[in-house]
């Protein structure tokens, strides 16, 4: 089994500077492994976040929506009650789904 430390530059010479005995585990620590991710699983993470982000903003819309059509007052608290979305989702997303509305109508 392979084990990964996330290390900031300070805790990574911090370690460094720890007395370790010659070896294997002293040449890891002395010359670390950049890992980067590649540029598959960076497109894949920015399409996921676009498509969750997407439909978070359907939803907080289809909840105004709601709200409008029974005449409720809109607020974030109430767009997240209705919507099923967090209450700082909504506060993210929620200026411009209003806007989004307003322009509709």
Sequence with gaps: M??????TADELEQLQALPIKE?????????????????????????ATAKRAAN???????????????????TAYQIAKESGCSYN??????KGAVNATNSKT
């Design 23 to 47: 070896g294997a585990l002293k040449d890891k620590i002395i010359n670390p492994k950049l890992i980067q991710p590649s540029k598959n699983k960076i497109k894949a993470t920015q399409t």
């Design 89 to 94: 989702t909504v506060k993210k997303y929620y």
């Design 56 to 74: 978070a903003k359907a939803k907080i819309q289809n909840a105004i929506n709601t709200l409008k059509l029974y005449d409720k007052k809109i």
């Design 2 to 7: 392979i084990y990964r430390l996330d290390l």
